[in-house]
């Protein structure tokens, strides 16, 4: 299977990517798996790069201490409690919602306020990513993730009969750094470049600002008068346009969708097994209303008739009596309703990647602050969460939603990024690079496709890299007239 995908994908690694030879990345981004000063360990030299390859600006790669970790690969205990000494915005808004509803709030209600919150939600205001940030992704890892993913989309697209207008969506894209990547490694193939639409569906003012300057964007005026104006991105010269939803982007066109660590931040519904069946597990205030604290309902729940009967349909009665609490992501269920129905109709795949499984989720609700596990309830606003997603549900939802798409994998992201010839990119990039580059390249790669803790690491234990090869997974969602998209066959 795996080299009949290569086979497809070897020709766009060598018609561009390798021959081209385009230069590794430079700037921190790469560098982020320990305590270190990026300047001495890996700030590649500029100067090997051709100049518009180079994505960083010198600004950026001024030296930085950075702590980071991948946040699915976090053991820590909780932190302790501590108490805010006056309550956040967004706190006196949650309090006043349970306050003025007469009762708790669900889970996932608690998380959609937390992380998206128009006024103080955790990614509304800011970046949330690397250094100083939060936690680290596979694109802030390597610069071969998002060129792997844009292998992806380019194999697509010549499945998909190399259309001349193509709509590519990418769903939280966070500092805009896979799409980036994607467009710089994919720049030498004219055609699929100038078919390019891009849509970025974001619903953080501020990441869109982020996104907007990695992007090198310009706004165009579309008239004399500058009435309208239309926004160019330079990495590829594509037109680009911001939503802050799936919905809103135009259809009609082929389309491909990707949604990289996208599925983990939307809300879940959590169950808990009780003597009295299966109860929602619910947000409160303490007595005192000092802090937030779990309760759970007392009758069946709206969501728990609905969505966990729906959900427990598609299990098999095992897996189903072996677990003592369940996660549920309806808003999931929704965005692949939606996916579906548009590549159906349009015309085009989607690729979703993130850390979850191939069944029903258990308990995995996380919160991280600053690369640590913390409690879900403390300081809500100040923390990401997260929760693993449920692949078997995607694929339900897609093949509920329509008879014209067809669901592929999941398969391991190590699969994924091998089968898509990420070894032979990895070559290519050592072959013209400095000894520290070399170094930050073979831990990259190791990053994005190893399994467990790095066997080549000599720093502090509680900073040994953890591969991410084996937990992330990647699934995709086509158009059934496509065929089988690469690299699933
Ligand atoms: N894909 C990126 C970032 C992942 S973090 C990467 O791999 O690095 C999640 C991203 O989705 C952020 O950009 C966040 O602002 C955005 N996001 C989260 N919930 C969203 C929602 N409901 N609608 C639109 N964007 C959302």
């Given at each position: 299977m795996f080299r009949r995908a290569l086979s497809r994908a070897l020709p766009l690694l060598s018609n561009g990517l390798l021959r081209e030879g385009i230069g590794p990345r430079c700037g921190p981004a790469s560098f982020r798996f320990s305590l270190t000063s990026s300047s001495s360990s890996g700030t590649p030299d500029p100067s090997i790069l051709p100049e518009e390859e180079s994505r960083e600006d010198p600004e950026s790669r001024k030296p930085a201490i950075s702590i980071s970790i991948d946040r699915s690969g976090l053991h820590n205990p909780p932190e302790h409690l501590h108490e805010p000494h006056t309550d956040s915005e967004l706190v006196k808004h949650l309090k006043s919602i349970i306050k003025f509803r007469g009762g708790p709030i669900s889970v996932a209600e608690y998380m959609e306020e937390v992380l998206t919150n128009p006024h103080s939600g955790f990614y509304i205001n800011r970046d949330v990513f690397g250094a100083g940030g939060d936690f680290i992704t596979s694109p802030d890892v390597s610069q071969m993730f998002g060129e792997m993913v844009g292998v992806w989309a380019m194999c697509l697209w010549e499945q998909m009969g190399q259309p001349g207008n193509v709509n590519l969506v990418e769903l939280g894209p966070g500092r805009g750094t896979l799409m980036v990547d994607l467009l710089r490694g994919s720049s030498k193939f004219s055609n699929f470049k100038k078919a390019l639409n891009i849509h970025m569906v974001e619903c953080s003012p501020a990441l869109q600002k982020v996104q907007y300057d990695a992007l090198k964007c310009m706004d165009e005026a579309t008239n004399d008068d500058s009435s309208s104006k239309k926004t160019i991105s330079m990495v590829s010269g594509s037109s680009i346009a911001w939503h802050?939803?799936?919905?809103?982007v135009p259809s009609g066109l082929p389309t491909i969708i990707i949604a990289h660590e996208f599925y983990d931040a939307l809300p879940v519904h959590q169950f808990q097994k009780a003597s009295r069946g299966w109860c929602e597990k619910m947000i409160d205030v303490s007595e005192d209303s000092s802090k937030f604290r779990f309760v759970l309902s007392p009758h069946p729940t709206t969501a728990s008739l609905l969505y966990l009967t729906k959900r427990c349909k598609w299990a098999s009665r095992e897996e189903v009596t072996n677990l003592e609490h369940i996660e549920v992501c309806p808003k999931a269920m929704e965005l692949t309703h939606q996916i579906a129905e548009r590549i159906s109709s349009d015309g085009g795949g989607a690729l979703i990647i993130d850390y979850g499984k191939d069944g029903l989720i258990s308990d995995s609700l996380q919160a991280i602050r600053q690369h640590k596990f913390v409690d879900i309830l403390d300081d809500p606003g100040s923390a990401d969460l997260s929760a693993h997603v449920d692949f078997a549900s995607i694929r339900h939802c897609a093949e509920e939603a329509s008879d014209g798409v067809s669901v592929h994998g999941p398969i391991t992201q190590s699969q994924f990024l091998g089968s898509l010839g990420i070894n032979f990119r990895v070559e290519a990039l050592l072959q013209n690079c400095t000894e520290e580059q070399a170094e930050s390249l073979r831990t990259g790669y190791w990053r994005l496709v190893g399994d467990g803790e790095a066997p080549f690491w000599d720093g502090p234990n509680d900073l040994t890299p953890i591969g991410m090869g084996t937990r992330y997974l990647a699934m995709s969602i086509v158009n059934k007239k496509q065929g089988i998209p690469i690299p699933f066959e």
């Open positions: 802050s939803t799936l919905e809103q």
